[in-house]
């Protein structure tokens, strides 16, 4: 199974991001694990500076961006 993270602090931009994700999962029809990152030192872990992040699989993808669902299913197809 996937495993989809959305690195952020709780703003507006990282609730957007994890709604684009859930929303594009959604279209895909790909069961996935939607995670909400918020402790600031796990985000740092992976190397991210700027929030919101989406993490794919452990694999950092779009950084300091709201990326759309469609975007989103780019990344995941």
């Not at 993808?61 to 989103?72: D, L």
């Amino acid at each position: 199974m996937t495993t989809i993270q959305v690195l952020g602090t709780g703003c507006k931009k990282c609730v957007a991001l994890k709604e684009n994700a859930e929303t594009a999962l959604r279209e895909l029809g790909v069961e996935a694990d939607v995670q909400k990152v918020e402790d600031i030192n796990e985000i740092v872990a992976f190397g991210v500076m700027s929030t919101p992040a989406l993490v794919v699989d452990g694999e950092v993808k779009v950084v300091g961006k709201v990326a759309s669902s469609e975007e989103i299913k780019d990344l995941l197809s």
